[in-house]
């Protein structure tokens, strides 16, 4: 079974320039959420979304935003780069159930950005 | 003051031994417990699951949780060298759309 997959895996931008990155989750799943893991550091909340919708997000800028699609996979944007953006940005799947068994999030190899 | 506080290490054992890994946390709405293992310049990969307090065992690997307490430990028996990796504690408040609270991760070596 495919797990969760991230692409670009590196990528390189200047200060000030925008990136795309993205996730598509292990089938079956319906919620995506995002965290950004800088060196030396545990991952950080930026987005939760469920349904298409955002259901939670983190103490981040508003140059990031996210989006999900119809088949459940997401894109998160960064605009106006700075130096302090380089990191490992993680995507997360979970199968999310309101009642009962709480869910278990599976994550990505993540999107390791560079900003210079 | 961090949520969740985790010893950086690096903690070094020998082939074998039992290891110890553990987090406290502030917050008391924490119901949810993770324990995930991340490789050098990888995604993190979930180990362990608990809700609440008490033990879960898997394999080589046991979960505590002491609410009352608010600390969490990961037990590894019969280390191996291919335990050598970060480990991050994670917790959330409930079901549904929580996001994870992580710690910062602790380095373990497992020497030969």
């Known amino acids: 079974d495919a797990g969760v997959t991230q692409s670009p895996t590196h990528l390189i931008k200047t200060r000030g320039q925008q990136v795309t990155l993205r996730c598509s989750p292990i089938?079956?799943?319906?919620?995506v959420s995002w965290y950004q893991q800088v060196l030396g550091q545990g991952p950080q909340f930026i987005f939760q979304?469920?349904?298409?919708?955002?259901?939670g997000r983190g103490n981040f800028p508003d140059r990031f935003s996210a989006r999900q699609f119809p088949n459940y996979s997401s894109e998160l944007n960064v605009n106006a780069l700075l130096l302090g953006d380089s990191a490992l940005y993680l995507c997360?799947?979970?199968?999310?159930?309101?009642?009962?068994?709480?869910?278990?999030?599976?994550f990505g190899p993540g999107t390791r950005l560079t900003v210079t | 003051q961090k949520e969740v506080e985790q010893d950086p290490g690096p903690l070094s054992v020998p082939e074998g031994a039992i290891v110890s890994l553990n987090c406290t946390y502030s917050?008391?709405?924490?119901?949810?417990f993770m324990w995930y293992r991340q490789y050098s310049r990888k995604g993190p990969e979930l180990l362990m699951y608990?809700?609440?307090?008490g033990n879960k065992e898997d394999g080589r690997f046991t979960a505590q949780v002491d609410k009352s307490s608010k600390y969490i430990s990961l037990f590894i028996r019969d280390s191996q060298p291919s335990d050598s990796a970060t480990y991050l504690c994670?917790?959330?408040?409930?079901?549904?759309?929580?996001?994870?609270?992580f710690g910062s991760g602790t380095r373990l070596q497992v020497q030969p």
């Open positions: 917050n008391s709405a924490f119901q949810y």
């Open positions: 979304y469920y349904e298409k919708e955002e259901r």
């Open positions: 997360a799947s979970s199968l999310v159930v309101f009642r009962g068994r709480p869910y278990e999030q599976y």
């Open positions: 089938s079956g799943h319906k919620s």
């Open positions: 994670a917790m959330s408040a409930g079901t549904g759309r929580r996001a994870l609270t």
């Open positions: 608990t809700y609440s307090s």
